[in-house]
């Protein structure tokens, strides 16, 4: 029933920039606390950036200055505008919902559901 579906992701130069989209189905949205993760081969799947149900924001050192999320309560989707990309930066992206109250937004064991991702390729 529930549903997170990514796209926007591709293959783009370095410096370039690609606006990823997620658009979920079957829950609640507006009480749903989403976040970005991202995962390249042979690597942890780590935290990029997340919004609360209230739009707080919060990004990881490596993004902080290049990326923006936000996320539109009307049409069930977050987003993450990805500028200055660089070729440390391709992976496949993930987005996931959390129903909790306390948001440990950093934690991939925190999230209830995720989507099946999208790719980024960054080449220099």
């Known amino acids: 029933q529930v549903q997170l579906v990514e796209s926007g992701g591709g293959l783009v130069q370095a410096g370039d920039s690609l606006r990823l989209s997620c658009a979920a189905s079957?829950?609640?949205?507006?009480?749903?606390?989403m976040g970005w993760f991202r995962q390249a081969p042979g690597k942890e799947r780590e935290f990029v950036s997340a919004?609360?149900?209230?739009?707080?924001?919060y990004y990881a050192d490596f993004v902080k200055g290049r990326f923006t999320i936000s996320r539109d309560n009307v049409k069930n989707t977050v987003s993450l505008q990805m500028n200055s990309l660089k070729p440390e930066d391709t992976a496949l992206y993930y987005c996931?919902?959390?129903?909790?109250?306390?948001?440990?937004?950093?934690?991939?064991?925190?999230?209830?559901?995720w989507g099946q991702g999208t790719q980024v390729t960054v080449s220099s």
């Open positions: 919004i609360s149900r209230n739009g707080a924001k």
């Open positions: 079957g829950l609640t949205f507006s009480t749903y606390d």
């Open positions: 996931a919902a959390d129903s909790r109250l306390i948001f440990d937004y950093k934690l991939k064991n925190e999230y209830d559901y």
